[in-house]
C-alpha cells in the first residue's frame, strides 16, 4: 500500500512559522511530481505548491514568496516551509504524489493520485 502521512501542524500566530513534512512510503522511486494542497471547512481542496524530480516549483497565487517547497530525496520526504503566517493560512494541509512530472506548473486536485491524511495548521492574532 502506497502511504503519505503529514506532520508538523499546529497552533501558531500571526507572522509565525511552521514547517509540515510528508513522509512517502510504499514507493520504490521518488515520484515525478508532490504537491500540498489546502481546504478550508465546506470548500474544495486548492493546490499551495508543487515540486517535480528535478526540484522545479510552482506556487499558488496566495502564497506571495512566503512559502517553500522542498524534497528530500534520500529519506522520501516532502516539505513545506511556511513563512509570516496569516490569519487566512488557517486550513487543514494535505501532501500528495502524482505519477507524471509538474515542471513549471500547479496541478489541480484531480491530477494526483496518492493523499496524505493531512495536519491541521491554525494561526491566531
Known amino acids: 500500500q502506497v502511504h503519505l502521512v503529514e506532520s508538523g501542524g499546529g497552533s501558531v500566530q500571526a507572522g509565525g512559522s511552521l514547517r509540515l513534512s510528508c513522509e512517502v512510503s510504499g514507493y520504490s522511486y521518488n515520484t515525478p511530481c508532490m504537491g500540498w494542497f489546502r481546504q478550508f471547512p465546506g470548500k474544495e481542496r486548492e493546490a499551495v505548491a508543487s515540486i517535480d524530480s528535478g526540484g522545479s516549483t510552482k506556487y499558488g497565487e496566495f502564497v506571495k514568496g512566503r512559502f517553500t517547497i522542498s524534497r528530500d530525496m534520500t529519506k522520501n520526504i516532502g516539505y513545506l516551509e511556511m513563512n509570516n503566517l496569516l490569519l487566512e493560512d488557517t486550513a487543514m494541509y494535505y501532501c500528495?504524489?502524482?505519477?507524471?512530472?509538474?515542471?513549471?506548473?500547479?496541478?489541480?486536485?484531480?491530477?494526483?493520485?496518492?493523499w496524505g491524511q493531512g495536519t491541521q495548521v491554525t494561526v491566531s492574532s
Open positions: 500528495a504524489a502524482g505519477l507524471d512530472g509538474c515542471m513549471g506548473w500547479l496541478p489541480t486536485r484531480s491530477f494526483f493520485r496518492y
